[in-house]
Nanobody
Framework: QVLLVESGGGLVQAGGSLRLACAAS????????MGWFRQAPGKEREFVGA????????YYQDSVKGRFTISRDNAKNTVFLQMNSLKPEDTGVYYC????????WGTGEYNYWGQGTQVTVSS
């Protein structure tokens, strides 16, 4: 059983930056993929990006490429989402998720979810 806890959300002006963290406990992540998702009010949860824990390879949704960066700290069992040049349309609740195996893009393919952290970008 993997427990995920997100932190780092908040209110920021457009063009600003935030760094989210996802601390994992309860299991080793060497065979896992870690994903970041977000959900805006009235919209479905969508894939933002993901990282393969073993290889460190990252994947991103087109709308965040070049602005968001996912990284991991093996020693702390923590994954980070660095968000730069934030836009109002980036507003939403951000979730981290974990699954065994390769990176996947669908919400239904992840077994473990954090509680989410709110990100609000004002114009």
């Amino acid at each position: 059983q993997v427990l995920l806890v997100e932190s780092g959300g908040g209110l920021v002006q457009a063009g600003g930056s935030l760094r989210l963290a996802c601390a994992a406990s309860g299991g080793t992540l060497g065979r896992h993929a870690m994903g970041w998702f977000r959900q805006a009010p009235g919209k479905e949860r969508e894939f933002v990006g993901a990282i393969s824990w073993s290889s460190g390879r990252t994947y991103y949704q087109d709308s965040v490429k070049g602005r968001f960066t996912i990284s991991r700290d093996n020693a702390k069992n923590t994954v980070f989402l660095q968000m730069n040049s934030l836009k109002p349309e980036d507003t939403g609740v951000y979730y981290c998720a974990a699954r065994e195996g390769r990176v996947a893009w669908g919400t239904g393919e992840y077994n473990y979810w954090g509680q989410g952290t709110q990100v609000t970008v004002s114009s």
